[in-house]
C-alpha cells in the first residue's frame, strides 16, 4: 500500500468526508469541482482503497473512509495547535479560547468571571460551549475544547484540575408549598415528599444521590428529566421538588430553601487536558480563574488585577 500522499491531498479528502458533497467540499477549498475529484481518485488510487461510496449528487464515505477520517481530522488538529503555538509566540493575549461549562453554571458565575478576565485580556477571543460534566470531558480529551468547568472529573489522567469552590444546593420547592415560607429545612422532613431530579449519569444526579445518601433515606422520585431548563418547570407545576444550585430556583412560581442538614454542596472544577498543548491565553485564564474565585464562588475584590 502507498502511502506517500500529499497533505493537499489529504485536506482534500477531509473537507469531502466532513461535506459528504463534492461540489461542496470544492467551494469550501476554493478549487474546481473537477480539480477535487481527480484529488481524490489519485488518493484512492496511491493507497489501494476506496474511501467514498460515489452517488449521484453526493458522496458517502465508506468504512474504511470513516477510520481514515477520523486519524486525518486528528494529526490536522496536532497541525492546528502547533500554528496555534507559533501564534502565541508572537501574539500574546491574543489567542482563542474554547471554553465549556456545565450549563447551571451559565446564569451567573461563568459570565461574571468571563467579565473580569476580559478587563484585564480584551483581546482574547473565546468560544463558549454548555453541555453536561461526561460531555464536557470528552470533548476536552477530543481536542474540542481548551478547558471545561465542572462538578466531577472521571479520567484523572486525562485532565488537570483543580477545585475553586464550592457550590451551595437548596430545595425547590413551588412558591405555594408548606415549605416555601420556611428559611431552612432539613432533609429528614422531606421524607413523604415526590421529587424531581436529572437522569442517572447527569453530575448533579450523582449529588443528589450523594446528598440524600448522607440523609440517610431513598427519596421517592416522581420524574426524571434530562436538562435543568425545563426541570424547575416541573417543580412550579406540583409534580415535585427539586435540588438545584439557588440561582436555579430564580424564577416565577419557585422558591429556592437553604438545607441545613446534611452538607448540601458540590464542587466546582476548572479542567485541561493532560497531554495537548494550550495557549498562553487559556492559561492566563486557567490562573486568572485560580486567583479571582473565592471558595464560597464569590469574586475576590481584586479580580481584575491578579498577580502576574
Not at 143 to 150: A, K, R
Not at 168 to 193: C, F, G, Q, W
Not at 221 to 240: H, P, R
Request: proline content about 5%.
Amino acid at each position: 500500500m502507498a502511502r506517500r500522499v500529499k497533505l493537499s491531498q489529504l485536506d482534500y479528502f477531509r473537507a469531502v468526508g466532513q461535506f459528504q458533497h463534492v461540489t461542496k467540499a470544492a467551494q469550501h477549498l476554493g478549487i474546481s469541482q473537477p480539480a477535487l475529484s481527480r484529488a481524490i481518485a489519485a488518493l484512492e488510487a496511491d493507497i489501494g482503497i476506496p474511501l467514498f461510496e460515489h452517488r449521484r449528487r453526493s458522496v458517502r464515505l465508506t468504512e474504511n473512509g470513516e477510520v481514515f477520517l477520523s486519524y486525518i481530522e486528528r494529526a490536522f488538529a496536532v497541525v492546528e495547535d502547533g500554528f496555534e503555538a507559533l501564534r502565541d509566540l508572537n501574539e500574546p493575549g491574543r489567542g482563542k479560547i474554547k471554553i465549556g461549562f456545565v450549563r447551571t453554571l451559565g446564569l451567573g458565575f461563568i459570565p461574571q468571571l468571563i467579565r473580569l478576565f476580559r478587563e484585564k485580556y480584551p483581546n482574547v477571543q473565546m468560544a463558549l460551549i454548555q453541555n453536561n460534566s461526561v460531555g464536557l470531558e470528552t470533548s476536552l480529551k477530543n481536542g474540542e475544547l481548551d478547558l471545561i468547568f465542572v462538578t466531577q472529573i472521571a479520567d484523572t489522567k486525562a485532565c488537570l484540575f483543580e477545585k475553586l469552590a464550592s457550590q451551595e444546593i437548596r430545595l425547590v420547592v413551588p412558591a405555594n408549598h408548606k415549605y416555601a415560607n420556611r428559611e431552612s429545612v432539613t432533609l429528614d422532613e422531606l421524607k413523604d415528599e415526590s421529587f424531581i431530579c436529572f437522569q442517572e449519569g447527569h453530575a448533579l444526579r450523582d449529588t443528589f444521590n450523594r446528598i440524600f445518601q448522607s440523609a440517610g433515606f431513598k427519596p421517592n422520585i416522581s420524574f426524571e428529566c434530562d436538562d435543568g431548563s425545563y426541570l424547575v418547570g416541573f417543580v412550579t407545576a406540583g409534580l415535585g421538588l427539586a435540588l438545584m444550585p439557588p440561582n436555579s430556583g430564580d424564577v416565577v412560581g419557585a422558591k429556592a430553601v437553604k438545607i441545613t442538614s446534611p452538607d448540601a454542596r458540590r464542587d466546582i472544577i476548572i479542567a485541561w487536558p493532560t497531554h495537548r498543548y494550550i495557549n498562553q491565553s487559556t492559561v492566563a485564564f486557567i490562573e486568572f480563574s485560580k486567583f479571582a474565585v473565592a471558595p464560597d464562588m464569590s469574586f475576590t475584590v481584586a479580580a481584575s488585577d491578579p498577580p502576574a
